[in-house]
């Protein structure tokens, strides 16, 4: 009869569970060490470096190529607009000492 008595009285057992609680840290408490998986050689360290100077440096070739074809194509065609406009002018030139020939030949005075 004791037994029950223990077994069946009424206590206010206040028991938390923790498990179920998770509070987020607004820190990052996980230390990377050299030995860890998340930590970088300094071998590794310097060839990311120097894979990503050497890409900022194509890129930099890459824009000056462009720029100097851009300037190539801009003279070339100041080039050939200046031959043009002087091709014109000769022809025009050309025209009006045919038409005073002409008008020469057809009016003797």
Do not use: H, W
Not at 14 to 35: C, G, H, L, M, Q
Not at 44 to 49: F, K, L, M, Q, T
């Amino acid at each position: 009869m004791m037994i029950m008595l223990i077994g069946c009285s009424k206590k206010n057992k206040n028991i938390s569970n923790t498990d179920d609680v998770y509070v987020e840290k607004p820190y990052d408490t996980i230390a990377i060490d050299s030995f860890s998986s998340g930590a970088i050689s300094v071998n590794v360290a310097e060839r990311i470096r120097m894979s990503s100077q050497k890409y900022r440096d194509s890129v930099k070739r890459v824009l000056l190529k462009q720029e100097e074809e851009r300037r190539q194509k801009e003279e070339k065609d100041r080039l050939e607009k200046a031959a043009k406009e002087a091709l014109e002018k000769e022809q025009k030139k050309a025209e009006e000492q045919k038409k005073m020939q002409s008008a020469s030949e057809n009016n003797p005075q």
